[in-house]
């Protein structure tokens, strides 16, 4: 059962367009924001789609990594001993309460709208780009959420939000 106190973090970069993706890759290259995600999710876990975790073909260092995928003949290859493979969005999650840190959720698309209703925080950069894509951050209702800080840039905003409600563990 998931613990809870423990915190679910939602990472992600979304257009204005809600796009996050396009064939497979992230359709812009902004190195501050990499950097940016590298700092989020430092000593963290990181729960990803099978398609986030094809896109990224390794785990990332300094991180915990647990794939979804329905496949149950799928393996991460040479990375097994580094990472989980979980069946379902409760195994994963479940499995994830095991490992370090926060569990952040790393993506793609289906996992985002899979997870959307577990998540404690969402660590969100609006990417002042809408360009064409296949992959999408889905709709919040935001009235659930309030805003904590933000980061404004030319090309971008960094946003951390909060779920109402939490009690003082969140
Ligand atoms: N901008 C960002 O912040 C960001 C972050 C991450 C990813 N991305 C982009 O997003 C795109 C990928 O997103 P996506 O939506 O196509 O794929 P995804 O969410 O990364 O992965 C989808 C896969 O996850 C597995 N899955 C999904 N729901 C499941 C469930 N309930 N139980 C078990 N397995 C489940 C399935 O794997 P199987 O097919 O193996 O069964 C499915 O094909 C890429 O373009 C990537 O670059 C962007």
Redesign the pocket.
Known sequence: MHEADRRVVIV???ARNRV???????PWHLPEDFAHFKAETLGHTLV?????WD?IGRPLPGRSTVV????PQ?SPGQYGDQVQVA???PEALALADQLPGDTVI??????YA?TLDRATHMVLTEVHLSPEGD?FFPEVDLSQWREVRRVSREDLDWVWWERNGLDAHG
């Not at 990803?48 to 986030?52: C, E, F, I, K, P």
């Open positions: 992600a970069a979304h996050i993706g396009r064939g497979g890759e992230i990803m789609g099978r398609a986030t896109s979804v995928t329905r496949d799928w069946h379902s969005v790393a993506g793609g698309g289906q996992i899979e992959a």
